[in-house]
């Protein structure tokens, strides 16, 4: 089993980053993508999928009205799940500022909301106790020094680009570093930065990709640590550090760089939109979910699940009936999650391993046959028993020395066999 202080000598977490051991920690979070994109309700990359000219997108500033938006009822349904910390979207890639940003009129204190949406929100998840995360887009397709690159809304409108030739980067990068001094400054202390995304033309194959000198990471990277020394990253930035983060997949098994192991957390969406997203029909399911959760944790990873509220500002029944269904679970089973990590065991098929120190967590994904065999732990074993209502799991030890005689018996020594009873029991 990898503890805390290994994983934190690893390659990507450099040494001037925050103390990480929260979020290794804590393992579960709320991913929250809310913007002017929620109003168009399909797709958080309407602006880009549709090719969205900025002057018809502005419909969406100018009708954005969340006027039953109440974080403390956002938080509350993430504390209830058993979130730790959540990040939200300050600015997503169509470059709406969610809080009154003093470098753009682009805001919400603009719209029909006339205030700082953001403030509201870290104050009232504060108050619950979970930490603050920031995402923010260093791409951002309203900004008029962006350049109108392979990736933009407006890459096939030539009036457009005629109008765009003497777009300036570097006056972009000023603007980007603004912004992050500003919520960096404004709203207490950020435990979590969470960027989005380079594209590099040796990854992307784009002809005018954007990374690290066009964002210039390092110079940033700098002043968010002298802001906020604790804070930590995640690796959008195009430095090769920070939090390793897989999107809508779980990794085969513990992520790892130079076979060190590294810090990750898997991003997922509840139905595969990260905006809210009225007609889809592609909801994962609370078992699902559950075990991506519990995937993660057995592969040494996080998990930070994501929900779009919609434009009035709320979370839809949907997703709160996910959020509360993972919340039953935790509440009977989080022991397995918080602190735990990936164990030196191998779990039989169709299970998860998590494990607390010497607590081992069987996590059995598909009932099994009355009998689990765990092989090589014989010998190891003190007590054995189920982590929603502490029932004793009777079990037989296989002599590891023991020989195989007897047709009957198809149990590799050393083997456990766990006593379970024929009905999963109900957990949540
Ligand atoms: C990005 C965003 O574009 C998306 O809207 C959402 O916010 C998500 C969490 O992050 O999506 C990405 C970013 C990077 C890659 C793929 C999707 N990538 O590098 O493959």
Same mark, same amino acid.
């Given at each position: 089993?990898?503890?805390?202080?290994?994983?934190?000598?690893?390659?990507?977490?450099?040494?001037?980053?925050?103390?990480?051991?929260?979020?290794?920690?804590?393992?579960?979070?709320?991913?929250?993508?809310?913007?002017?994109?929620?109003?168009?309700?399909?797709?958080?990359?309407?602006?880009?999928?549709?090719?969205?000219?900025?002057?018809?997108?502005?419909?969406?500033?100018?009708?954005?009205?969340?006027?039953?938006?109440?974080?403390?009822?956002?938080?509350?349904?993430?504390?209830?799940?058993?979130?730790?910390?959540?990040?939200?979207?300050?600015?997503?890639?169509?470059?709406?500022?969610?809080?009154?940003?003093?470098?753009?009129?682009? =805001? +919400?204190?603009? &719209?029909?909301?006339?205030?700082?949406?953001?403030? @509201?929100?870290?104050?009232?998840?504060?108050? $619950?106790? #979970?930490?603050?995360?920031?995402?923010?887009?260093?791409?951002?397709?309203?900004?008029?020094?962006?350049?109108?690159?392979?990736?933009?809304?407006?890459?096939?409108?030539?009036?457009? =680009? +005629?109008?765009? &030739?003497?777009?300036?980067?570097?006056?972009?990068? @000023?603007?980007?570093?603004?912004?992050?001094? $500003?919520? #960096?400054?404004?709203?207490?202390?950020?435990?979590?930065?969470?960027?989005?995304?380079?594209?590099?033309?040796?990854?992307?194959?784009?002809?005018?990709?954007?990374?690290?000198?066009?964002?210039?990471?390092?110079?940033?990277?700098?002043?968010?640590?002298?802001?906020?020394?604790?804070?930590?990253?995640?690796?959008?930035?195009?430095?090769?550090?920070?939090?390793?983060?897989?999107?809508?997949?779980?990794?085969?098994?513990?992520?790892?760089?130079?076979?060190?192991?590294?810090?990750?957390?898997?991003?997922?969406?509840?139905?595969?939109?990260?905006?809210?997203?009225?007609?889809?029909?592609?909801?994962?399911?609370?078992?699902?979910?559950?075990?991506?959760?519990?995937?993660?944790?057995?592969?040494?990873?996080?998990?930070?699940?994501?929900?779009?509220?919609?434009?009035?500002?709320?979370?839809?029944?949907?997703?709160?009936?996910?959020?509360?269904?993972?919340?039953?679970?935790?509440?009977?089973?989080?022991?397995?999650?918080?602190?735990?990590?990936?164990?030196?065991?191998?779990?039989?098929?169709?299970?998860?391993?998590?494990?607390?120190?010497?607590?081992?967590?069987?996590?059995?994904?598909?009932?099994?046959?009355?009998?689990?065999?765990?092989?090589?732990?014989?010998?190891?074993?003190?007590?054995?028993?189920?982590?929603?209502?502490?029932?004793?799991?009777?079990?037989?030890?296989?002599?590891?020395?023991?020989?195989?005689?007897?047709?009957?018996?198809?149990?590799?020594?050393?083997?456990?066999?766990?006593?379970?009873?024929?009905?999963?029991?109900?957990?949540?």
């Amino acid at each position: 089993m990898t503890t805390v202080s290994e994983i934190t000598k690893t390659a990507n977490w450099p040494t001037n980053y925050g103390d990480p051991a929260w979020l290794l920690h804590d393992r579960f979070g709320l991913f929250i993508h809310w913007g002017l994109y929620s109003n168009a309700a399909r797709h958080e990359w309407v602006m880009n999928r549709e090719k969205i000219h900025p002057d018809t997108y502005n419909k969406y500033f100018k009708y954005f009205d969340p006027d039953l938006y109440d974080p403390k009822k956002w938080a509350r349904a993430a504390k209830d799940a058993g979130m730790k910390y959540f990040v939200i979207t300050t600015k997503h890639h169509e470059g709406f500022a969610l809080w009154d940003s003093e470098l753009t009129d682009y =805001k +919400a204190t603009n &719209t029909p909301a006339k205030r700082d949406l953001l403030l @509201e929100m870290v104050n009232a998840f504060r108050e $619950e106790g #979970l930490k603050v995360g920031f995402y923010h887009s260093v791409i951002d397709w309203h900004h008029p020094e962006f350049p109108v690159d392979g990736l933009h809304p407006q890459r096939d409108d030539e009036a457009f =680009k +005629a109008n765009a &030739t003497e777009r300036n980067i570097e006056k972009y990068a @000023e603007y980007l570093h603004g912004q992050v001094r $500003e919520l #960096l400054t404004n709203y207490g202390k950020i435990d979590y930065l969470w960027f989005d995304f380079s594209y590099p033309e040796r990854s992307w194959g784009w002809a005018t990709g954007k990374g690290a000198e066009d964002w210039q990471s390092e110079k940033l990277e700098k002043m968010i640590l002298e802001l906020q020394p604790d804070i930590i990253l995640n690796d959008r930035l195009d430095l090769g550090r920070g939090v390793v983060t897989p999107e809508q997949y779980q990794p085969s098994e513990a992520v790892t760089e130079d076979g060190q192991p590294v810090i990750w957390e898997a991003c997922q969406t509840l139905n595969g939109s990260w905006g809210y997203d009225r007609d889809n029909l592609d909801w994962k399911s609370g078992d699902v979910l559950i075990k991506m959760l519990i995937d993660s944790v057995s592969k040494g990873g996080n998990l930070l699940l994501n929900v779009g509220p919609n434009a009035r500002g709320e979370f839809d029944q949907k997703s709160l009936d996910s959020l509360s269904e993972i919340g039953k679970w935790m509440r009977v089973n989080s022991r397995s999650i918080y602190g735990a990590t990936n164990s030196e065991y191998t779990a039989p098929l169709d299970c998860r391993f998590t494990q607390k120190g010497k607590r081992l967590y069987l996590h059995i994904f598909s009932w099994p046959f009355r009998h689990i065999h765990l092989e090589g732990l014989a010998g190891k074993i003190d007590y054995t028993q189920f982590l929603h209502d502490a029932s004793e799991i009777q079990y037989k030890e296989h002599d590891p020395n023991e020989e195989l005689t007897h047709i009957s018996t198809r149990v590799k020594p050393g083997t456990v066999t766990l006593e379970l009873p024929v009905q999963k029991p109900d957990v949540a």
